[in-house]
C-alpha cells in the first residue's frame, strides 16, 4: 500500500501471576471470581478512526499526533476489573499513549484519504465464580482488548 508508518505504545504492564482475584459477595451471591480459560485471540484494528487526514493530489498526506486509547470490554462481564486485569495480564484500567505517524503520496488529480486506527491485541477467557467452595462457569467467551499500536487504511477517488 506504501503507507510509511511508525507506531509506539506504552510499555506494557507486568503481568499478572495468577489468573484469580478475591471480590466480596456480588449480584448472583457468588463470593469469587476468577478468569479461566485465557488465551491469545490475536490483533486486530479498531473499527474508529482515531486521525485522519484528506486532500487532493498531487500531495502527501501526513498524520503526526498522540492519541490516548483505552482497553476495550465486552458487554456484561460479571467480573470486577481487578480480576480481568489479573487474568488477562495487563491493568484493564488504564489507557495507553499511543503516537501516530504515518504518511501518503496522493497522485495528481485523484483524491485520497488516510485514516489511522488503533490496533488492539485480544485474549478472550471464561468466567467462574464460587459459592460453598465449588468453581463454576457461568460466563463463557468474554473480550479484553489492549491498544499496542496503528493500523493505517488508505482510499482514493
Not at 490475536?42 to 484528506?54: F, N, Y
Not at 492519541?67 to 487474568?87: F, M, N, Q, W
Not at 467462574?128 to 489492549?146: D, N, R
Request: with cysteine; net charge positive; charged share 20%.
Amino acid at each position: 500500500m506504501g503507507v510509511n508508518a511508525t507506531a509506539h505504545a506504552a510499555p506494557r504492564e507486568a503481568a499478572g501471576t495468577a489468573a484469580e482475584a478475591q471480590v466480596s459477595k456480588v449480584g448472583g451471591g457468588w463470593l469469587a471470581k476468577r478468569l479461566i480459560n485465557v488465551r491469545s485471540i490475536g490483533i486486530s484494528c479498531g473499527k474508529t478512526p482515531i486521525a485522519e487526514a484528506s486532500g487532493r493530489g498531487a500531495m502527501i498526506l501526513r498524520i503526526d499526533q498522540t492519541e490516548a486509547v483505552s482497553t476495550t470490554l465486552s458487554k456484561r462481564i460479571d467480573a470486577t476489573k481487578g480480576a480481568i486485569s489479573v487474568g488477562v495480564g495487563w491493568d484493564v484500567t488504564k489507557s495507553r499513549s499511543i503516537t501516530v505517524s504515518g504518511s501518503k503520496e496522493v497522485p495528481r488529480g485523484k483524491y485520497g484519504t488516510l485514516k489511522a486506527y488503533a490496533k488492539y491485541s485480544g485474549k478472550k477467557f471464561d468466567v467462574q465464580g464460587t459459592t460453598g467452595g465449588s468453581w463454576i462457569t457461568f460466563q463463557t467467551g468474554k473480550k479484553a482488548y489492549k491498544p499496542i499500536g496503528v493500523c493505517f487504511k488508505y482510499s482514493q477517488r
